[in-house]
């Protein structure tokens, strides 16, 4: 009896150290001890703070692209979509609009773009990869179009969000991340929908079979996809209070690499948003990590890109193993 309980103990013991999240979690941890130890500036409280501060956009991003691959999907252009969305608010305001205004036209030209990605997906049948590819541009080149390649300012007329702290502490932008974050969750968890693009996700025709309308929930995961970027314009604008066309760049590969560093992979039906988020902190405490240590700015870029490969590996273990 007695060797039978060992054997089951050892059993889950082995099943947590298979665990991703786990995984990420230790390694945020080694990573964590390991700076505080060279420089123990990078354990003081600003530094969290400032640390979570800087994986805000990112975070509210990431959250996006987990809900489409999750669902058997991939959006490449939810930077520019962020961009545009930013774009549109900064050109409002800049125009001496309504505040509130400017913010619902954000919204609504995020949820216009992911509406356009989920139509073009699901009418075309073509991959989300491509097509999104493809949108990306567009976007970007409707930004250019807006900016005319030019900065746009706000003149400290958007910055509440960003710059806003509470009891001087607790940063505003915080709060969108959070809520995002939860929001997220039940939609993906306690709602009908979320089960829906989990089964999609899993096996496209047997959710088909099944009686979901395939099409429709594409539509609409792209659409919640291109209105969770706009949120994070809103974040993204206000902390920097200004933005230009070219800002958006490589968002969509972090908030990619991030997911997958969570769990989440590339086949569809798998992932969590818990995971996620530990991937998008992950990713924080590293780039904060090689600030600390002044590490060269191009070494950082080439190390973001090993952290890219080292994911898709991770994310494919199960695999390697068979």
Known sequence: ??????????????????????????VIIGISIIVSIINPRFIDIKNIVAIFQQISVLGILTMAMTLLLISGGIDLSIGNIMVLSGVVISKILMNDGNIIFAVFAGLITGILC?????????????????????????????????????????GGRFDFIGRTKIFDVFPVMLIFLI???ILSYILLNK??????????????WNAFLSGIDVDRHKILIYSIGGLISAVA????VSRLDSITATAGGGYELKALTAAILGG??????????????????????ITN??????????????????????????????????
């Open 289 to 322: 990590a090689m600030n600390i240590l002044s590490v060269w700015p191009y070494a950082q870029t080439a190390i973001s890109g090993g952290i890219i490969v080292v994911a898709v590996i991770v994310s494919n273990m199960d695999r390697i193993r068979k």
């Open 179 to 181: 809520v995002m974050i």
């Open 114 to 154: 992911g509406l356009i990605n989920g139509l073009l997906i699901s009418k075309s049948k073509c991959l989300p990869l491509i097509i999104t590819l493809g949108t990306s541009q567009i976007f970007f080149g409707a930004s250019l179009m807006i900016t005319g390649g030019r900065f746009m300012n706000f």
């Open 233 to 236: 314009a809103l974040v993204f």
């Open 1 to 26: 009896m007695e060797t039978t309980k060992s054997n089951i103990t050892g059993l889950k013991g082995k099943e947590l150290l298979k665990n991703q999240k786990l995984q990420m979690g230790l």
């Open 264 to 285: 989440v992979t590339f086949e569809g039906g798998r992932g969590t948003i818990g995971g996620a988020f530990i991937g998008v902190l992950l990713m924080g405490v």
């Open 191 to 204: 709602t009908k929908f979320g089960r829906r693009i989990v089964a999609i996700g899993g096996n496209e």
